[in-house]
């Protein structure tokens, strides 16, 4: 690593050299220890040159139509000006740890226009539905002048505090009439959102997706805000035929004026950094910890005694854990 080849990465992504932004982004997703290093040294130089954009996660079941409204949205916002960032975190495939659901072929006009950057990520098995660098990631986009970030999640209803806890606005799709057993939605989701979308409200479905709004809307009124100045509002949209749209942007720099005057968003954003600050630790450990010579020696014998069923995960665990603690 040089410092040429680090200013390399991080002249061409201050100017908006897409190509050098995604070979920047594959560096800090790569398991290589120097790579690591080396993507370390390059989000440190850029950070100054971000927190100016709007991050806006966008999560629900799949089938709720999140890739379609994302590309209404991402085509409503370019309209206006905006240049915009998608991180699409799609389920790894459990054999090449790659990403199988292809979004750039399901956002085909967002990603044919120059100002906007659609990057599909796997997400690698973890919780969430988040990637283990979408925190850099993010920051990599705002830092090359997109000004709108949105994240999309796979949806699968675990752990979606992980992606609230990196984005300014937590907006959750739905649909109406697939059932709550369907939709996956429950109360911890629902407390983290700061707005409810209801999409697909075109055509003969305009009646269930109005029902489905005073429905969740009666719910949301049990459930305590995340911020005394802030009521999440339940809307309807159609993706397709691109009604509510602008409706959902107003609400989100409606969102983001109440907070500035507040305090909540620079809170919310320190809170962002000392999550990011945890997350690198976990990560950081497990590393630490797998690479460890002396766990390396005994963890293929320790695995095949719980795959046999001789040994309890949890005694396997603390075995590991006391083993590596006695010889250090």
Not at 90 to 104: E, M, N, T, W
Not at 135 to 143: H, I
Request: hydrophobic content about 40%; aromatic content about 6%; proline content about 4%.
């Amino acid at each position: 690593m040089t410092s040429k080849d680090i200013n390399w990465y991080i002249q061409g992504v201050r100017d908006n050299n897409r190509k050098i932004l995604a070979k920047t982004i594959t560096l800090i997703e790569s398991s290589l220890p120097d790579h690591r290093e080396m993507g370390r040294h390059i989000v440190d130089r850029l950070l100054p040159h971000t927190g100016k954009g709007i991050r806006l996660g966008v999560t629900g079941v799949p089938g709720a139509g999140k890739s379609t409204f994302i590309e209404s949205l991402g085509i409503y916002l370019i309209g206006k000006g905006h240049r915009v960032a998608v991180l699409a975190v799609d389920p790894s495939s459990s054999r090449s740890g790659g990403s199988i659901l292809a979004d750039k072929t399901r956002m085909e006009k967002l990603s044919a226009s120059p100002i906007a950057f659609i990057r599909p990520s796997p997400s690698g098995g973890t919780l969430g539905g988040v990637a283990d660098k979408t925190r850099e990631t993010m920051l990599l986009c705002e830092a090359a002048g997109f000004d709108v970030v949105i994240i999309e999640t796979v949806g699968v209803g675990q752990s979606e505090t992980a992606v609230s806890s990196m984005v300014d606005f937590f907006l959750v799709l739905l649909i109406a009439g697939a059932g709550d057993e369907l939709q996956g939605i429950k109360k911890g989701v629902l407390e983290l959102a700061d707005a409810i979308a209801i999409n697909k409200a075109d055509g003969n479905n305009i009646k269930a997706a109005e029902m489905a709004r005073s429905e969740y809307e009666s719910a949301l009124h049990i459930l305590r805000p995340i911020s005394p100045s802030w009521s999440p509002p339940v809307m309807t949209c159609s993706s397709i035929e691109t009604s509510g749209i602008e409706n959902i942007w107003n609400t989100v720099l409606l969102h983001r004026e109440k907070m500035g005057c507040t305090g909540e968003f620079d809170e919310r954003r320190k809170r962002q950094a000392v999550e990011w600050m945890w997350s690198m630790v976990n990560s950081s450990l497990r590393e630490w910890f797998t690479a460890n010579p002396l766990v390396r020696e005994i963890l293929p014998g320790i695995t095949r005694d719980v795959e046999r069923g001789s040994l309890e995960p949890t005694v396997a665990a603390s075995k590991l854990l006391f083993f590596l603690k006695d010889k250090t």
